[in-house]
């Protein structure tokens, strides 16, 4: 029995953990969940996964909870519960499906104390990668990747040589904006932001599915999950969304991963890793997909995958500028405050006035990040 704590148990990432954990009864047991306030569902959650404690980061959200499990079950509360719940806890494995960089601190205790991370959060990668990457060498974790797209790479370059590797292809659907003219862009409404063709996901990934920053933090989250240099990444639109990304070789063989898109896929994979479970998700049906199609990218219609690109040839402390301009901006827009076409032009100039720190320690990174909030949310005035 492996057991396994869910951290953003409540979010999309997180039920579709649970659906995979039900699917398995004799293989994985949760010992540990956690939310930033729905209370409703995560005490459902409780009752019928028979957990122990579990943390709720809003503090009214955690009192009221507690009252309802009439503290017969250990509810931690706030940042430092959930750091606590981490430091605690039996489990074999931490699923990290909270959204955004909040999932920093989180990430890193899990790795300091030689916890392996089943990673759905692409945000604390990107913010920090080459400080966690130290310590994920140094403490002998494993990074397990839940992303689609990192788990297609890790499975195509399973048992090769990593100096062998030519090129990355990362695919990407286009997002929900793909074939809209790019003069609308702008102004588009959230609605049609929200409406995402092939996944349903958080509103703050989808956001970024439209903008494609969130095929721009994938680039990142490659470059170092995987330590390879941003020219060997190349971005691929592939709007069926069934090859999930690929991998040349210097031989010029090419390894593919392909399935359908149901994120309990990677879950799974992630979880069972390295043993493959038999499960009851569809296969593909070839005789009817018929065909596969790909594109370029436009990286004047989408400029927050060029800026992306600036960050990862730069590296330093511009990807934690990049992130949290970005994750300001899209709050922003979410709250109607900005318009859409504000987005990339918010980061963009967040990252011009950066003096971008090359080598840095976890202070740079951390000061990094307040500076750029700070910065975006004048931006997003400015603009509003
Ligand atoms: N969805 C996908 O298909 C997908 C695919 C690949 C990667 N990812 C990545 O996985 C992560 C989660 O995505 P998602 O779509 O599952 O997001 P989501 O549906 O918004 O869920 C986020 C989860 O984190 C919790 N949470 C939010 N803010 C928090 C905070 N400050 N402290 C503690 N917990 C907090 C949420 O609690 P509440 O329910 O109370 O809000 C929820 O349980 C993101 O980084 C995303 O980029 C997602």
Redesign the pocket.
């Known amino acids: 029995m492996k057991k396994i704590a869910i951290?953003?148990?409540?979010?999309?990432?997180?039920q579709?953990t649970l659906d995979v954990v039900k699917s398995f009864p004799g293989r994985f047991r949760v010992v540990g969940l956690?939310?930033?306030?729905?209370i409703a569902?995560l005490h459902k959650q409780i009752k019928q996964f028979s957990i122990g404690s579990s943390c709720v980061?809003?503090k009214d959200s955690a009192l009221s909870l507690k009252k309802r499990l009439k503290n017969k079950v250990k509810i931690f509360q706030g940042?430092t519960g959930?750091l606590q719940l981490i430091r605690k806890s039996n489990a074999d494995i931490i699923v990290l499906?909270?959204?955004?960089t909040?999932?920093f601190f989180p990430l890193l205790a899990a790795v300091e104390k030689g916890m392996d991370v089943a990673l759905?959060?692409?945000?604390a990668l990107v913010m920090a990668g080459p400080v966690l990457m130290k310590k994920v060498a140094k403490n002998k974790v494993k990074l397990l990747p839940?992303?689609?797209e990192q788990s297609a790479i890790w499975q195509c370059l399973n048992g090769q040589d990593p100096d062998r590797l030519k090129v990355i292809y990362l695919t990407a659907s286009g997002g929900p904006l793909r074939g809209a003219p790019e003069k609308k862009l702008k102004n588009i409404s959230i609605n049609r932001v929200l409406n995402h063709p092939r996944?349903?996901?958080?509103?703050?990934?989808t956001v970024?599915s439209a903008t494609l920053m969130?095929k721009g933090?994938e680039v990142l989250e490659a470059m170092y999950l995987f330590n390879v240099a941003p020219e060997k990444i190349k971005v691929l639109i592939h709007p069926e969304a069934i090859i999930h990304s690929m991998v040349e070789f210097v031989d010029g063989v090419i390894m593919a991963q392909l399935s359908v898109t149901d994120?309990r896929i990677p879950i799974q994979y992630a979880l069972s890793y390295p043993e493959r479970l038999i499960n009851r998700l569809p296969g593909i049906d070839f005789f009817k997909l018929k065909k596969l199609n790909f594109e370029e990218p436009d990286y004047k219609k989408f400029p927050c995958l060029k800026l992306a690109y600036l960050a990862a040839y730069e590296g330093g402390t511009l990807p934690t500028v990049l992130n949290a301009a970005n994750e300001v901006a899209v709050d922003e827009f979410l709250k109607k405050r900005i318009k859409f076409g504000s987005i990339p032009e918010i980061i963009k100039r967040v990252m011009h006035r950066h003096k971008n720190k090359a080598r840095p320690y976890l202070e740079d990174i951390l000061d990094a990040d307040i500076w750029a909030r700070i910065e975006a949310a004048r931006e997003a005035e400015r603009l509003g």
């Open positions: 951290l953003g148990s409540t979010g999309s990432i997180g579709s956690s939310t930033n306030s729905n569902i980061r809003n940042e959930l499906a909270i959204g955004g909040e999932a759905a959060n692409k945000e839940i992303d689609s996944w349903k996901m958080g509103k703050k990934i970024d969130n933090l994120m």
